[in-house]
Structure formats: structure tokens, C-alpha cells
């Protein structure tokens, strides 16, 4: 077997994960994970796994051996929190009355919260179709930009992650999820992605420079592309670019005629601060993509939104899923909103993403192992580095840090090798964001003690 990609940072057979194991878990999750292993098909990243909770709630997640972890990754559904009583109470309801709706009738929860996400977009992108996870929407948008072009060919970045069906892994160019497993779809055209911190194009803004010119050398060489995809801030990265590298993103797949897609799967609903992450940009993409939190954190539920003037496939079918316009997914999607809106998450995620910050950047200040802090609302990076002139990454460090944590109660994920990944719940309260931060410098500080030995 050839060794796992690491840029994931969370290797299921690694040596700290074994090691992890050997000091966390009892005699009998041990015997629940052997059951595990023994049913599931074995992949990088999940089976075998490292723990079998019993429950979540709120912020925390519970393994069967009573301990408690905050959750920072939760696969980022988690907006409104585990089990959050009122999505729990809407899906209730909803199942003691219409639980599913056939293809060729509709439902009046499909349609409130199609009109609700039309209303969230300012009325710019009108019409919506859904899914049953944020794989699939990729999926639709691709055969929705080759229907309106006429082309087929797609530019994205390397390193990217869209979903993990074929077609999605194609346009993604995440080594874990693409390699070994060829020929992938034709036409997928992918350039470097821009970084704020650490890029082969260059530091700071003039990664986002050579990154332009970079595009706009392959709409000049190519010409035929039918869709540029890309998030329009990087999750796993937390890559944030400015305003103009979006403007001028904009203006290019203008000329080219090409299809604006954003990926906005795991990162919309409130946690750039905005309820849709393009809304912090001065642009709206022509298809945005959305998902993962979309079901309140318990149904799968994704959506598709794009502009009147693309709705223009009566006679064919892009989507056509099973559980379509869920009745259930529908009303998980509206309460997880209205909870949003009603305790006014958007402003809260804003205010406590300033203060979390001022508190990473004090351990910034400590610790030479981290070379960057940034964030936008409560999406946050640590992007961790051998010495902060060389900017190697620490990627055996960020590995060691991470299990520190979680013995500690902390659970987030690391990306790229060095970048750890910190997406806290909207209902994160401030006593929880410093407790995590003691977490994090007793990480950082066993850390120094164990590779200064080296």
C-alpha cells in the first residue's frame, strides 16, 4: 500500500495517532473500533478511526468514555451548534406530517426556503435547486456552466477541495482524493492557488498579482473555458484574498464568457461574518454553491443558487436527486437560519472573531513556531513554520500539536500539513475562546519542549 498523502495532517495510521490511541482509549472503545475496522472499507482519513462518540450538544462532542471535546471542526455543519433544539424541534414536526416528497410534486418547506435563500442573496441569485449534499451541487453547477457556454473545459486550483465524486475530484486538486484512481474528467485545467502567507507566487499581495496573471495567461492560451471554480475564501487555509483579486476575477471570466462558480460548501451561513462569504467581495458569482451547514448540522441538504437568465435546462434534467426538495432537509435549513437571525450570530461571529484573534496573535508573540494568525468573522488559521525566515512548514509539529490538544479537549483539523484549522460554532461563547487558548499554548509549549530535543 502506498504511503497516505499528509497534507491533510491527520493520518489514520500515523505514529502519533497510534500513540494517541494508546493513551485515550479504554479496553472497550478499543473493542467498538476493532468493529469499526472490520465492517467499514478502509480510506485515508476515516476508517480506521481513532474514537466512537456517544453524543453532541452545543459546542461538544462526547466520546463513549464520558470525555468532552470542543469542537473546531465538526466538518463545518456545526453553525448553530450540535443537537440545537430548535432545528431538532423543526425536523420533529415536519416528520409527523409530510417526511418526503416524490418527484413531480413540491412542498411548501422546499419552497420557503428556496424563496428565504433567494432573499439572502439580495434577490441577485434567483433561482435555486437542491441536493441531498454539497458533492452532488458541485456536480449540477459543472453541467449548468457546460449547458450555458456551450464549453466544457473548467480552471480551478491545485490543492482545492470540491467534493469527492469523480467529477468533483477532477476540478479538485487535492492529491488524497485524485491520485491513483485515473483517467479523470477531460478538460480540468488547474493553476496554482494564491496564499497569504507562504506561496510559490510570491508573499502576501503579490501572490494574489502573479496569481491573476497566471489566470489570465491561461484564458489567453486556452480561451474555450466554460467555468472558473474556486471558494472564495479557502477553508482549509482560511486564504483570504482582497477585493480587487476578486474584481478582477470577475472581469476576466466576463470576457472569456466563462461561468463564476463559488464553492461556498462548508464555509457560508455566518462564519465570514456575512450570511454568504461572497457578500465581503464586491461581486456576485453566477453560480454559488452551498451546503454542510445548510441542514442545521443533523440532514444532508445542499443548494444550488444561480441567475434567472440560466434557467434554461426544461428539457433536461442536472440534478433530479431522490431527496430533492426534502420536506425534512427544508425545514432543518429554515430553522438553522431563522436561529442565525434571531440570535444575531453574523454580529456575534464578527465581534468574537476580533477578539479571538487579539488572543492567537498574543501566542503568535510567544511562540516562534507560528508564523501566521489571520481569519475572517470565525474562520480562523495558524499556519505554523520551522522558523518564521525560512517558512518551512512544521508539518511533523502541527501533527504533534493537534493530538496534544485533543487529549486536552480540543478538536480541529489540520490542513495543507501545517495549518491548523480552527472553525468554532456561532454560538462559541468568549469563556470557551479562552479556554481554548490555554489548550493551544500548553500544546505549543510541550511541543517546543519534544523537537527542541531533535
Known amino acids: 500500500m502506498k504511503k497516505a498523502d499528509k497534507t491533510e495532517g491527520d493520518i489514520n495510521l500515523s505514529e502519533y495517532r497510534m500513540k494517541w490511541i494508546q493513551e485515550n482509549i479504554d479496553e ?3 473493542k467498538i473500533l476493532e468493529q469499526d475496522s472490520k465492517y467499514f472499507l478502509h480510506q485515508s482519513l476515516s476508517t480506521p478511526c481513532m474514537n466512537v462518540l456517544s453524543h453532541c450538544e452545543e459546542n461538544y462532542i462526547y466520546d463513549n468514555q ?17 443537537s440545537n433544539p430548535e432545528v431538532i424541534k423543526a425536523i420533529t414536526a415536519q416528520l409527523e406530517t409530510l417526511s418526503f416528497s416524490p418527484r413531480r410534486f413540491t ?10 435563500l433567494v432573499e439572502l442573496s439580495n ?13 452532488s451541487v ?6 449548468l ?3 450555458i457556454t456551450g464549453k466544457f473545459k473548467t480552471i480551478s486550483w491545485w490543492d482545492s477541495f470540491h467534493g469527492a465524486s469523480l467529477d468533483a475530484v477532477s476540478i479538485g486538486g487535492e492529491p488524497l482524493f485524485r491520485s491513483h484512481i485515473g483517467p479523470l474528467l477531460p478538460g480540468a485545467i488547474h493553476i496554482p492557488p494564491p496564499t497569504n502567507y507562504n506561496s510559490q507566487l510570491g508573499n502576501g499581495k503579490r501572490a494574489f498579482v502573479e496569481s491573476l496573471e497566471y489566470l489570465k495567461y491561461v484564458f489567453e492560451r486556452e480561451g474555450d473555458i466554460a467555468a472558473f471554480i474556486a471558494e472564495p475564501i479557502r477553508y482549509t487555509t482560511v486564504t483570504i484574498p482582497d477585493k480587487n483579486y476578486w474584481k478582477k476575477v470577475r472581469e476576466l471570466c466576463d470576457k472569456y464568457e466563462t461561468i463564476l462558480i463559488f464553492d461556498e460548501i462548508p464555509t457560508a451561513f455566518g462564519r465570514s461574518g456575512k450570511m454568504f462569504v461572497y457578500q465581503n467581495y464586491d461581486i456576485i458569482p453566477d453560480i454559488l454553491c452551498v451546503g454542510k451547514g445548510l441542514g442545521g448540522g443533523i440532514f444532508p441538504m445542499a443548494a444550488l443558487l444561480t441567475k434567472d437568465e440560466y434557467d434554461i435546462n426544461g428539457d433536461i434534467a442536472i440534478g433530479h436527486y431522490t431527496h430533492e426538495k426534502s420536506p425534512v432537509g427544508s425545514a432543518a435549513a429554515l430553522a438553522m437560519i431563522d436561529y442565525i437571525e434571531k440570535n444575531n450570530l453574523l454580529k456575534s461571529s464578527q465581534a468574537l472573531g476580533t477578539y479571538y484573534r487579539r488572543r492567537l496573535n498574543e501566542l503568535k508573540r510567544k511562540y516562534a513556531i507560528i508564523g501566521d494568525v489571520r481569519n475572517i468573522g470565525l474562520m480562523f488559521a495558524i499556519e505554523l513554520v520551522k522558523d518564521r525566515r525560512s517558512k518551512i512548514p512544521a508539518i511533523e509539529e502541527a501533527e504533534y500539536i493537534m493530538y496534544k490538544a485533543l487529549s486536552n479537549g480540543l478538536s480541529f483539523k489540520v490542513s495543507s500539513g501545517n495549518i491548523i484549522t480552527l472553525m468554532p460554532p456561532l454560538t462559541i461563547t468568549k ?7 490555554s489548550i493551544l499554548e500548553d500544546s505549543f509549549k510541550e511541543a517546543k519542549r519534544e523537537f527542541s530535543k531533535v
Not at 468532552?68 to 448553530?80: P, S, T, W
Not at 412542498?107 to 428565504?116: S, Y
Not at 441577485?124 to 435547486?129: A, D, F, P, S
Not at 458541485?138 to 453541467?143: R, S, Y
Open 145 to 147: 456552466a457546460r449547458r
Open 123 to 135: 434577490g441577485n441569485l434567483n433561482k435555486v435547486l437542491f441536493a441531498p449534499g454539497g458533492t
Open 138 to 143: 458541485i456536480g449540477m453547477a459543472l453541467k
Open 66 to 82: 464520558g470525555k468532552a471535546y470542543l469542537d473546531f471542526h465538526g466538518n463545518n455543519v456545526h453553525q448553530v451548534g450540535f
Open 431 to 437: 469563556k470557551e475562546l479562552d479556554s481554548t487558548i
Open 28 to 30: 472497550k472503545t478499543e
Open 107 to 116: 412542498n411548501e418547506p422546499a419552497i420557503k426556503l428556496a424563496k428565504k
